[in-house]
């Protein structure tokens, strides 16, 4: 019997506002435990909320870069329960007439896992969304030895809640769908969305039924998720063990459980013996929202999406596809490669140094794009001497180590290293006889149809002219004269 899993995510991300979503304290990540809080955010008892109206936009953009429909009038619900990170004993938060409705994240090859990007099971892959709605986030809990503590300093950040339709069929689309979602969100700005700082946290359903069944399984909720790999690794140990259970005939209770990362497991938390009653109602302090009041400014903000840029690159600069999907999975990479390539003959040498070169001298020098010691024109310039001829490849090499160690221009250090490559034909000739003379061996094999034998000859040319030689004009003339 085979089993089929069914995953849908829950995931919260908080919104890069400068202020929480009722009240003026500061929204931030490291302060001083309670000192960015107010009476509002504390819960005191007649504080009255005021909306942030930026907040409402950043979370109508996310939903229009997700496709989602933004419904003419939304509003805020209190969503009532007790529990000490939350002292007024409700949430406000949207329940019946959330901002966003609909929408879905697509699935691009390289958001999947490295290793899974050979095998994927449905390329461009939509995933649904159920809705976008916007609430406040509580306070932060810490549990020491005897006691514990909680931060209000988080409470009342604004939070998004994006609720996936349960159409993921795998962990490695779940980890897709979170890569190219947090990818969305920093496109448009509107959260930073580090999920080790908790801006992004996901709840994960996974439910798991026999082929033929039509009906879902029941549903088992992994709370509170902080890495995209780790939501893959709970959801494969979840799988597993949910279709062993069920494949001993035993039936699944809904339930929440915790995934425990260091001993690869999860643990149950509590069963759902009945679904909790809330009692929502609407909040009578805030007003329902008319979406029209912003919903133009939102539209114009509207940024160029991974998706679309990825397309744009390909017909603009002649890159491959894999080439656009790297350039275009970080905004700041993005925008480095287009400054680069705008003044190039040959955009496509750009990207291609740019995602070999300087991305790999980049991460072994603990830096990122936006510290590169290499500017975008200077690496144009860099390319354009290689294309026109002026130096060859290794010693381009050579100058990009230099740029990148010194923050120096190309032209500069070729001009001092005294690099400038030898296209002269003449002169070439002659180191071509000199290599031919100098390697009767390489020249008998050649000869006798071992083609790869000229590269020795070649090695030979490139060391007398101590690396300068045009290559394409060694071979040319090397082909030339071992055919005489
Ligand atoms: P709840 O009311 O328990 O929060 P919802 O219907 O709101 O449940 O769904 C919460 C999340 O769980 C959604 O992302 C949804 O896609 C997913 N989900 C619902 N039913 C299932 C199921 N049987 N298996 C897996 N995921 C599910
Ligand atoms: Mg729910
Ligand atoms: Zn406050």
Redesign the pocket.
């Known amino acids: 019997m085979r089993y089929i899993p069914?995953?849908?995510?829950?995931v919260h991300v908080q919104l890069k506002t400068r202020s929480k979503m009722f009240c003026a304290c500061p929204v931030g990540f490291g302060a001083e435990p309670n000192t960015q809080t107010c009476p509002v955010c504390l819960g005191f008892p007649g504080a009255l909320p005021v909306m942030n109206e930026e907040a409402l936009k950043m979370t109508a953009l996310a939903g229009l870069m997700l496709g989602c429909e933004i419904p003419e009038v939304c509003k805020f619900d209190r969503k009532n329960y007790f529990y000490p990170d939350m002292p007024k004993n409700y949430q406000i938060t949207q329940y019946d007439q959330p901002i966003c409705a609909g929408g879905a994240v697509p699935l691009h090859d390289l958001a999947y896992p490295k290793d899974a990007q050979k095998s994927i099971a449905a390329p461009d892959k939509k995933v649904g969304l159920?809705r976008i709605h916007l609430e406040e986030d509580v306070a932060k809990s810490t549990h020491f030895e005897a006691s514990s503590g909680i931060d209000f300093n988080r409470a009342g950040t604004p939070l998004m809640e994006i609720?996936?339709?349960?159409e993921i069929d795998s962990p490695e689309e779940a980890f897709a769908y979170l890569t190219a979602l947090q990818q969305i969100l920093i496109y448009g700005d509107v959260s930073d969305a580090d999920m080790e700082k908790g801006q992004l946290r996901c709840d994960c359903?996974?439910?798991v039924r026999p082929e033929g069944q039509t009906e879902?399984?029941?549903?088992i909720?992994i709370k509170n998720m902080n890495s995209i790999s780790a939501v893959r690794r709970a959801l494969a140990y979840e799988i597993e063990r949910q279709t062993a259970e069920l494949a001993r005939g035993e039936a699944q209770v809904q339930s929440t459980r915790r995934w425990d990362d260091d001993a690869g497991q999860t643990f149950l938390m509590r069963k759902k013996e009945s679904?909790q009653d809330y009692r929502y109602f609407p909040d009578p302090d805030l007003l329902p929202v008319r979406t029209s009041a912003f919903i133009d400014e939102v539209r114009a903000r509207r940024p160029e999406l991974p998706a679309e840029k990825r397309a744009r690159f390909v017909t603009q600069y002649g890159v491959t596809d894999y080439d656009a999907s790297v350039l275009a999975s970080d905004r700041a990479l993005a925008r480095y490669f287009e400054e680069a390539a705008a003044g190039a003959k040959k955009p496509k040498s750009v990207a291609n140094w740019l995602l070999n070169d300087l991305l790999s001298a980049l991460a072994a020098a603990d830096k990122t794009i936006a510290n590169c010691p290499i500017s975008p024109s200077q690496l144009d310039e860099l390319v354009n001497l290689i294309d026109s001829g002026a130096i060859n490849g290794k010693q381009g090499k050579e100058v990009f180590a230099e740029m990148f160690a010194s923050g120096r221009g190309a032209a500069v250090i070729v001009e001092e290293k005294g690099l400038r490559q030898e296209s002269d034909v003449g002169a070439i000739e002659e180191l071509c006889d000199q290599a031919i003379a100098a390697s009767p061996k390489a020249v008998a094999e050649f000869k006798a149809g071992k083609t790869q034998a000229i590269n020795a000859i070649k090695g030979q040319v490139m060391k007398l002219s101590q690396g300068k030689a045009n290559a394409a004009v060694v071979n040319e003339i090397l082909l030339r004269k071992l055919a005489e």
């Open positions: 069914t995953i849908g995510l829950e159920t609720v996936s339709e349960p359903n996974v439910s879902f399984g029941t549903k909720e679904s």
